[in-house]
């Protein structure tokens, strides 16, 4: 699997983020996408998981699930960014286990209809694309 199969949206996404535009380096960039765009992200999914429970009540449940895992994305970003310099490999572990949360979410939410797993989901397939940025960003540090 590589780790941009996105290509369009990876350089969107950098070319958003003045930081991106601005680092000095391969390490800086990679600190960025991980520390200043995908955690933000992740941290923005578990609000997110909480609203969504308030609002649909039936579905309090998955969405409390959801939010665990949202969370445990948000752990195991920042471990990758605490890896980063001194093991980018297990910085690259790190970022890739965070696929497990989101084949989760899509597993508890994915076949719903309602507006709210719909838009919870938009945003589960965008943090995928974060993922791989940052899987992408640990490689780059690696060699």
């Known amino acids: 699997m590589p780790s941009i199969d996105d290509k369009a949206f990876c ?30 992200y992740a941290k923005l999914l578990v609000k997110s998981a909480d609203r969504a429970a308030e609002k649909v009540p039936a579905l309090k449940e998955q969405f409390k699930a959801c939010r665990d895992a949202y969370f445990l994305i948000v752990m195991s970003l920042k471990s ?46 965008r943090m995928d694309k974060l993922i791989r940025l940052a899987i992408g960003a640990t490689e780059v540090v690696g060699g």
């Open 11 to 40: 350089l969107q996404t950098l070319s958003a983020y003045p930081l991106a535009a601005s680092a000095t380096g391969l390490l800086p960039l990679a600190e960025v996408v991980i520390r200043g765009i995908d955690i933000p």
């Open 80 to 125: 990758a960014a605490s890896e980063l310099k001194i093991s980018p490999e297990t910085a690259n572990y790190d970022a890739m286990v965070c696929f497990d949360q989101t084949t989760l979410v899509q597993k508890l939410i994915g076949k719903n209809k309602d507006l709210t797993s719909k838009s919870l989901m938009e945003m589960t397939l």
